[in-house]
């Protein structure tokens, strides 16, 4: 192992009589399928295949063996190896012994000290009068109505229909934005103060037309940069209307007979889910140490998987909110690079969970993979068994397994912690 690395080298030679069997192996397939002129198909002589075909057999014979030997070397070494090999410096030769250097990682030999019995401070939220008021505030809001209203012009707060487009300010006859009855909620987050400064005040039938100034960062390529002239016509404007705070918000939100129902019931949660952040927040701190002490090299293939696996992730939480990652303005490429630091503190944290669940013979059952894949099912539009054969093809179901037995890890890890708890009001 290199000095700082997990990287390794290794000498592979496989003998000459078994480079000449598989030679013949594949030069016998070849004979069978080819079509040499002046030879009936599976007629063609093995020495005319092996010279004819000489340097598509010898690529074949070298995927075909490398691998294997590869494998029985790091076998007999012991070596715990990361991902595939790269094979350099072949040399095959006629009645010689195959060989090559093959390169890569292994898995390196994680220290990580004491694991069980340390300190930790974690929060003892409580709940106050004010957060459950907030939470059903929330709650009406997402239950609110809309209706029209024609005795005052829009103001903030208004849910205005309209139909709009934008064209370049530069370029006129370019069309970059087009909506067709679509909504504009004013003064919200979310709606760009240009659009909410330009259609306050206005009616149902109005016409209006302001422009947008789109900073060089915006999600969308189309815009970004650009200062675009909208001309929107207002087809109506409607006002929230909030449910009622009485016992019918209980029922209708709450499945709670009486207003106070519900706001014992969201105390409730509410208290359950800030208890969970505190000890997931102990949690995290508790790795965190363990990372900082651990002082062992990470290969360097498997920072590049978790690089490639936040960017998917990102990429799919742009997918989510209807923005096409192709058309994002985002230089991926230095997202990318920009994720090094969080990855390699990811695989640092995994080797260390990994080597916990190692020692204390901690195991992921075939019926807790099969729960966490009902659990997943149940957020998606597959069956879980249709989600568990394409996690199984695609390596997903080892990712989920290997996710489960560190979490199993950790929490091995928090149990047998000393928690000093504070209070704290959230």
Not at 91 to 103: G, V
Not at 173 to 194: H, I, P
Request: hydrophobic fraction near 35%.
């Amino acid at each position: 192992m290199e000095a700082e690395t997990c990287k390794r080298e290794l000498l592979i030679q496989i003998p000459s009589e078994v480079v000449q069997k598989e030679s013949e192996n594949v030069a016998t397939g070849y004979a069978r399928k080819v079509r040499v002129p002046g030879f009936r198909p599976g007629r063609v002589p093995r020495d005319l295949i092996l010279q004819r075909f000489r340097k598509a057999i010898r690529e074949e014979v070298a995927e075909s063996l490398l691998p294997k030997f590869f494998r029985d070397t790091a076998k007999e070494q012991n070596l715990s190896v990361v991902g595939n090999p790269k094979f350099g410096d072949v040399k095959f030769e006629d009645n010689q012994p195959l060989t090559c250097t093959a390169t890569f990682e292994v898995y390196p030999s994680v220290e990580i000290g004491q694991y069980k019995g340390l300190e930790i401070s974690q929060d003892e939220p409580r709940v106050s009068d004010e957060d459950v008021d907030q939470a059903i505030e929330k709650l009406r809001e997402n239950a609110a109505t809309f209706e029209v209203v024609e005795e005052r012009p829009a103001e903030d707060g208004d849910l205005l229909s309209v139909t709009y487009e934008g064209r370049a300010l530069n370029h006129p006859g370019a069309v970059l934005v087009q909506v067709k009855e679509g909504t504009v909620r004013l003064g919200v987050e979310g709606t760009l103060q240009q659009f909410t400064e330009g259609l306050r005040g206005a009616r149902a039938g109005d016409v209006r037309e302001f422009e947008v100034v789109y900073p060089g960062d915006f999600g969308q390529a189309d815009v970004a940069g650009k200062t675009v002239k909208f001309r929107v016509e207002v087809l109506a404007v409607k006002r929230k209307v909030l449910p009622p705070l009485d016992d019918e918000l209980g029922k209708t939100l709450g499945s709670e007979p009486t207003l106070e129902g519900l706001r014992s019931s969201l105390r409730k949660n509410l208290q359950e889910m800030r208890e969970r952040e505190a000890r997931a927040e102990a949690k995290r701190k508790l790795l965190d140490g363990l990372i900082a002490s651990g002082n062992f090299p990470i290969p360097e293939v498997l920072v590049e998987e978790q690089m490639d696996l936040k960017v998917r992730q990102l990429a799919g939480r742009l997918v989510d909110q209807g923005v096409d990652p192709g058309k994002a303005n985002i230089d991926w490429n230095k997202t990318r690079k920009e994720l090094r630091s969080v990855a390699e503190r990811d695989v640092r944290g995994n080797l260390i969970l990994r080597k916990v669940a190692e020692t204390e013979k901690i195991e992921i059952s075939d019926e807790e993979i099969d729960q966490a894949v009902r659990e997943l099912a149940a957020g998606g539009n597959e069956s879980p068994a249709a989600l568990k054969t394409r996690l199984t093809r695609n390596g997903g179901l080892a990712r989920l397994q290997s996710s489960r037995l560190n979490q199993k890890a950790l929490d091995f890890i928090y149990h047998n912690a000393t928690v000093v708890r504070q209070l704290r009001l959230v």
